[in-house]
């Protein structure tokens, strides 16, 4: 999960960096970007996949979703599903 971020570690340094500490330590309702942060709904997970190549010269398949991708494109320069999303590194 490379380049996301906890909650909990968003919240100590949103804290750590605030104004109105004061303020803060009498009541976390006063605070948007607390409750902003406690809203937010978890990331998913990004599935992992292949290209698969099925004897076609000219394409290869997603091991996911079965989308095809034209070899012309650079099957070996995408590292991720254009329909899927899934990582194919």
């Known amino acids: 999960m490379d380049g996301l971020i906890k909650k909990s570690d968003a919240l100590r340094v949103l804290c750590e960096n605030c104004s109105l500490t004061e303020e803060c330590e009498q009541s976390k309702e ?11 709904d978890p990331v998913p997970e990004r599935k992992s996949g292949k290209w698969i190549d099925e004897g076609f010269l000219t394409r290869k398949t997603c091991s996911l979703c079965g989308t095809w991708v034209s070899n012309f494109t650079g099957t070996a320069k995408l590292h991720y599903c254009p329909n899927c999303g899934a990582d194919m590194r």
């Open 30 to 40: 006063k605070c948007e970007a607390f409750d902003a942060i406690i809203d937010l």
